[in-house]
């Protein structure tokens, strides 16, 4: 149960809230737009997750399949591995923006 004050206004599966949605990352050239194919892809940054366990669903990015595989090196791409965490996190900032307008945090 949340409190007042709690950053998640309802509680909310932000896992299948993504699915069905546009990408927010965008990797342009890698970028399927594919909304079919969209999945919450967390931003992994020291000191919020592990080996064994992800970061909170709020550090996340709605990402479409191919900006997924790439921020996580499944595929080669021709961005830097810095450039790739750039585009990562903007998107997870986007994503935040909209999980904001939708009430799903505050």
């Known amino acids: 149960m949340f409190q007042k004050g709690d950053s998640v206004k309802k509680k909310v599966d932000l896992t299948k809230q993504a699915r069905g949605r546009e990408c927010t ?39 479409c399949n191919r900006c997924h595989d790439a921020i996580d090196g499944r595929i080669k791409t021709e961005y830097t591995r810095d450039e790739l965490k750039l585009m990562h996190a903007e998107g997870v900032m986007r994503t935040q923006e909209i999980w904001r307008q939708e009430g799903f945090i505050k």
């Open 25 to 63: 990352v965008r990797i342009p050239g890698i970028c399927s737009f594919n909304p079919e194919t969209s999945v919450l892809a967390h931003y992994r940054l020291a000191g919020t997750c592990g080996v064994a366990f992800k970061p909170d669903d709020q550090q996340a990015a709605i990402a």
